[in-house]
């Protein structure tokens, strides 16, 4: 499926520099800026030489990243940097996270790339019972805040069971750590400036079918963006959509064409899963009365299934239709069945239009 | 990057080269490695190491250092092939080969027993013609007394969790040597990542017996704001990281601090302690592997004490103990006797000299017993036999062996001991009582610290809380202020 060009979008909300950690003199207004066109491991990649720069006590490591990684997001930063702090580690994702953790712990920046996020499981341990707790259970003594681990998600058009999964759901099931999920490449660049210079461990997916088609205007400065906020993409009426990464262009596509049998669809981008931002979701479902919720990954137990728990919960009253999941299919991600697992576009538009009669 | 800095000679200085490890491995022809050269150590730990440039064809990425250090043992492996048609060296990216038509397998074992250094005999005496570091008389009352601290530390807490005070214990009976010798030869700097069964480092730190008791009463003073399990210890101001309660999670942590403190090129290393049943999970090897490849300055060593709860070692793993798995890494090793303090003392000293100076990790394993049952929620007596521990508890005690040898030297005496004892138990009981009738840390405390600032979702989940407690507040325990 063809996918648009994305285009920068006014932000309507304010963007604070979030964490005290943060050392970028970044002001509010990304408009302002020059801003140049490219693709989203471009984008990704300038985050990362920002990071490096500003702060002498940032690395970047993992599998393959030294020649500038298999998606390109590290290109360049060994050379500028040294092999001290941009270097390859041994193919072991525990041992990836684990050493994160140490280096994080010690008050660097440790930003940890996982190849895949199909390979992030043997880290889990590490950053369910380790990272994510690491400032609780030590009573604040220690904490591991300035660990960001990044990891490529989602389908890609022939990936397969692993090298496509959406894995997010299973990271927002923990608390202490944070999920944060980029839609385009000038999100994704101050929304992982953001995630790196918070003070607490953070999983960052990064979807890889964007990394080279997505394409957009990005301001060249330091910039960060607001974790927790939500954001309002497209304003309407009739139905509110929420979803995060690669599948809001797919969303977007829908809503355009509902808005062509008169359906005024407000579209929201979560971007920070853990903690989510529940006060804009709400305040929208208050204006809509109707929510539909897409995502990749499995329906069953994905992330779409807290939101609309908590949509229920909260907004009960003021809803007029069930809440709507488009998802993915509870099977493994297939190769030659990909088109039929995906939540289509069409899959969307459908479930809009039948949300909206109900 | 000195690899023989003056203070690693001033080891040499102080140490006699009378072990016999002047002469280096050769692989026999059986594939046996000990065959026919039963030395297969480096010569003495430091003796200058040649420096070569990197001689491998592929292009390696040095996290630090641009020239590899090849230890003088590498070499003898190439001479030492018999001779066959091509005894040429080939270079592949993945190493370097040398071809023989003789088909070797590497024996599973190394054929002769590692060996183990010690220094002071069962009977706390000086084993003559031995290598150690001198301790002072000044450390070495220091590390006896904390020691017998320790000892009497487990045994009322032990008490006091059977009497229902606190919820859970586990004793650190018979590794005291290990905990105190190895805290002695750090220094305050160096950063510990502890398993779980080595308060005794805390309590060479100056961890004070009111601070242990209040992490197991987890009272409001607890620093751990009472949300761990009783021995869960953990202070910043002594860099001694939290413990946790999952095994081997901290090993790779530690190479990561470590990784820190080279880039820092602070004077300090980090060190990590785990038991035998730790060296079978993965985050050991993806640690070893991990501060071998970036040249971290790390110590791991590990209580190989015999047994992982009930699971005895040879149910745990067939290698010949944990130091040789060192090698097969990349990493220096040697195996200690773990009760005899002067020896744990003196391999800590050398392998942190080792691990700064150096920027290497050495891995340390050091031979006990387990002498306490696994913790109160076990009774050992189910599957080891009551003599066997008993017999480890009287004839192989590491506390009473370290005790002979600073009677020997005149720095200790049955009046000194009887003061000790009492004075630090009537201290700890007094501890015990006050961290007993303490309060306990608010309800607020459920809350903070998961993430830096609390978000919107616990702030809610704290209101909805607190009209709950106000509904009922015969559901919750009294002592716990909201």
């Known amino acids: 499926m063809a996918l648009r060009n994305i285009i920068g979008k006014r932000i309507g909300n304010g963007i604070g520099l979030v964490g005290r950690r943060s050392l970028s003199t970044a002001t509010c207004d990304v408009e302002n800026r020059n801003s140049k066109s490219m693709n989203l491991y471009s984008a990704i990649n300038q985050a990362l030489h920002l990071a490096l720069e500003t702060d002498p006590r940032a690395f970047v490591f993992g599998e393959d990243v030294s020649f500038g990684g298999v998606f390109r997001c590290t290109t360049g930063l060994a050379d500028r940097f040294g092999k001290a702090r941009v270097f390859n580690t ?44 690491f400032r609780y259970r030590s009573g604040n003594q220690f904490n591991c805040g300035g660990l960001t681990i990044r990891a ?54 990064e979807p890889k079918w964007l990394y080279r088609l997505a394409v957009e205007e990005v301001p060249e400065h330091d910039y960060m963006l607001p974790l927790s906020e939500a954001e309002v993409i497209r304003q309407g009426s009739d139905i509110t959509l ?101 939540p289509s576009k069409n899959k969307v538009l459908d479930a809009i239009k039948a949300t909206v009669d109900y | 990057m000195a690899f023989c800095s003056k203070s690693s000679r001033n080891i040499i200085n102080n140490l006699k080269s009378k072990l016999g490890l002047s002469r280096l491995m050769n692989r026999g022809s059986d594939g046996c490695l000990n065959k026919t050269n039963p030395d297969r150590f480096l010569p003495l730990i430091t003796l200058p190491q040649l420096r070569n440039p990197d001689s491998y064809s592929h292009k390696t990425s040095h996290s630090f250092s641009s020239q590899r250090f090849q230890s003088t043992t590498s070499e003898p492996q190439f001479a030492s092939v018999p001779n066959g048609e091509h005894n040429q060296e080939l270079d592949f990216p993945g190493g370097k080969v040398v071809f023989s038509p003789e088909m070797r397998f590497l024996s599973e074992s190394p054929c002769v027993y590692n060996n183990c250094y010690r220094v002071l ?60 010798a190895s805290a002695a030869a750090l220094t305050s700097d160096d950063i510990v990542f502890p398993q779980y069964r080595e308060p005794g480092v805390l309590l060479w730190r100056g961890f004070t017996l009111q601070e242990f008791a209040n992490q197991c009463f987890g009272n409001k003073a607890d620093y751990g704001k009472g949300r761990q399990m009783p021995i869960h210890y953990g202070s910043n101001k002594h860099n001694y990281f939290t413990v946790s309660s999952t095994i081997a999670t901290q090993i790779p942590h530690a190479v990561g601090a470590a990784y820190s403190l080279k880039m820092d090129k602070k004077d300090a290393c980090a060190v990590t302690y785990f038991g035998d049943g730790g060296t079978s999970e993965g985050d050991f090897h993806a640690a070893l592997n991990f501060a071998a490849v970036t040249e971290s300055p790390v110590i791991f060593i590990c209580r190989n004490n015999g047994w992982a709860i009930s699971t005895p070692t040879s149910d745990q793993f067939r290698s010949e103990g944990i130091a040789v798995r060192g090698q097969a890494y990349g990493v220096r090793s040697i195996r200690v006797d773990g009760n005899d303090a002067l020896a744990m003392y003196s391999a800590v000293h050398a392998a942190r000299e080792m691990a700064i100076n150096e920027h290497r990790p050495v891995l340390i394993e050091a031979i006990t017993y387990r002498v306490g049952h696994h913790s109160t929620s076990d009774d050992s007596t189910k599957y080891r036999p009551a003599d066997e521990i008993e017999w480890w508890r009287m004839a192989r005690d590491p506390v009473t062996r370290f005790r002979k040898w600073i009677e020997t030297n005149g720095w200790w005496g ?13 201290q700890l009981l007094q501890a015990i009582q006050i961290a007993e009738r303490a309060e306990k840390p608010p309800v607020n405390d459920l809350f903070t610290d998961v993430y830096d600032n609390i ?25 716990v202020p909201f």
């Open chain 1, 90 to 133: 041994p193919l072991c994702e525990q041992g990836i996270v684990g050493f994160g953790i140490g280096l994080a712990a010690m008050g660097n920046r440790a930003i940890a790339e996982i190849q895949f996020a199909d390979y992030i499981y043997p880290a889990f341990d590490q950053i369910v019972n380790e990272a994510a707790k």
């Open chain 2, 121 to 180: 005999d069962d009977n706390g005496q000086l084993i003559s013609n031995s290598i150690f570091v001198q301790v002072s008389e000044k450390i070495a009352v220091k590390m006896y007394s904390s020691m017998a601290t320790l000892q009497i530390l487990d045994t009322i807490f032990f008490e006091a969790q059977r009497q229902g005070r606190i919820s859970f214990y586990l004793t650190t009976i018979g590794e005291e040597a290990i905990n105190i």
């Open chain 1, 152 to 205: 490529p998600y989602g389908a890609v058009g022939h990936g397969g069971h692993y090298h496509s999964q959406s894995p997010e759901a299973f990271f927002c099931h923990v608390p202490g750590i944070k999920v944060v999920i980029p839609r385009s490449p000038r999100q994704a660049k101050g929304l992982l400036l953001s995630c790196i210079r918070d003070p607490n461990p953070v999983v960052f997916f």
């Open chain 2, 455 to 479: 978000p919107s979702n616990l702030r809610d989940q704290e209101k909805l809380l607190r009209e709950t407690i106000n509904r009922h507040p015969e559901d919750y325990p009294a002592d």
């Open chain 1, 242 to 342: 929420v979803g995060w990464g690669a599948q809001l262009t797919i969303m977007e596509q829908a809503c355009i064409e509902a808005e062509k049998d008169g359906i005024s669809c407000e579209l929201i981008d979560l971007k920070t899963l853990m903690p989510w931002d529940k006060e804009t979701v709400e305040a929208s479902v208050r204006k809509t009365g109707r929510v539909l919720i897409s995502h990749e990954a499995p329906v069953t137990g994905g992330f779409g299934a807290e939101i609309s728990a908590s949509i229920v919960e909260r907004c009960f009253l003021r809803l007029e239709a069930p809440v709507a999941r488009v998802c993915g299919l509870d099977t493994p991600f297939p190769l030659v069945f990909e088109p039929f697992y995906m």
């Open chain 2, 414 to 426: 049955s009046e000194a001991e009887s003061q000790l004892r009492s004075s630090i138990r009537n």
